[in-house]
């Protein structure tokens, strides 16, 4: 009976959280620290950690400094059945290297679908809590909430995502500076990868002082997988052999070629998101036909100024002058 009402004041503080959940804006981070004193009020759990499952990695979103990463830990969870509640000792042990004190995993799952890995360092509360059904309840409510939380995230990094990408483009659309726009684009990915090493790889028709960060494609010094993206117009991904982290590649590209690279290194713990390479594409694609255009505006003016010349040169040559006079003037 103890339990059952356990489980009943967990449910009436979930709830709270989907109340304030269409209120206000949360992320993983928040629903973590969430999750982490009611079990430590329901069940007297520490050292808590929620990891959720992307791909064949689990991750953890953290913030700090109003800086936002992924912490990721590459692991294959393969269930042995639809209700198995704990990792094994393998997958447990792997975790135990980032979080020592840790010594039990709850898998929040439904029907063999995974959302998460929940690990902290067990209580007597939760040992007696767990020989009973409502364990599985538990399970299913965690699920639950983190599902409609993750619906929630990705509709706010949706819009937050078009917000940023329209902002990018009426930068890049509102001058034919060449220049402003290598500036744009390097003033770009500092404030959206602030800490991440980059390059921006240019082909060689530029003619002016280059920003730092900056500099010529070079086919003997640059590395494959940005050459390929330069040839290919796609982007590719490279690991880095000294430190292990990954380098995405993404051309700028315009309708008639390609202009250079973007190239971006990962910081190594924290790989880049699906929303980190959109961004970096659009970066690509719109700062491409913001130069291209620019190009095209200069080879254009060029051309009219050429034709000006041409036509006041035809008109005087048209003139009833002597032979010395149209020398002097085409001289």
Not at 114 to 138: C, I, M, N, P, Y
Not at 142 to 158: D, G, V
Not at 162 to 184: C, G, W, Y
Request: hydrophobic share 35%; proline share 2%.
């Amino acid at each position: 009976m103890q339990n059952k009402h356990t489980l009943d004041a967990v449910k009436g503080r979930v709830l709270d959280f989907w109340i304030e959940l269409n209120k206000q804006e949360y992320n993983r981070s928040t629903y973590s620290r969430y999750i982490e004193s009611v079990l430590f009020q329901d069940f007297e759990l520490t050292h808590i950690e929620y990891y959720y499952i992307d791909g064949y990695k689990l991750k953890k979103f953290e913030v700090s400094e109003n800086q936002c990463a992924f912490e990721s830990i590459p692991i294959n969870i393969a269930l042995t059945n639809a209700n198995q509640l704990e990792l094994g000792m393998n997958e447990l042990n792997l975790i135990k290297e980032t979080h020592p004190y840790i010594d039990r995993s709850l898998i929040i799952q439904k029907n063999g679908q995974l959302d998460g890995v929940l690990f902290f360092k067990a209580s007597k509360k939760w040992h007696e809590f767990a020989q009973t059904a409502h364990v599985q309840e538990l399970v299913q409510l965690l699920f639950e909430t983190s599902n409609m939380l993750r619906s929630q995230i990705e509709i706010q990094e949706k819009n937050l995502l078009k917000t940023e990408l329209l902002h990018m483009t009426e930068i890049f659309h509102s001058t034919m500076n060449v220049a402003h726009i290598i500036d744009t684009v390097v003033k770009e990915i500092q404030f959206a990868f602030p800490e991440n090493k980059f390059q921006v790889i240019l082909s060689n028709d530029q003619d002016r002082v280059l920003p730092k960060n900056v500099h010529i494609f070079d086919y003997s010094n640059e590395k494959p997988a940005t050459i390929e993206a330069f040839v290919s117009g796609e982007i590719t991904f490279e690991s880095i052999e000294e430190n292990g982290c990954t380098a995405i590649n993404s051309p700028i590209q315009g309708q008639q070629g390609t202009y250079g690279v973007i190239r971006i290194e990962a910081e190594c713990k924290n790989a880049f998101s699906e929303r980190d390479e959109k961004k970096i594409k659009y970066l690509g694609d719109t700062s491409g036909k913001a130069l291209e255009n620019a190009k095209l505006y200069h080879q254009l003016h060029g051309l009219v100024s050429d034709l000006q010349l041409i036509n006041e040169s035809s008109q005087h040559l048209n003139m009833n002058l002597s032979k010395n006079e149209m020398l002097l003037y085409l001289s």
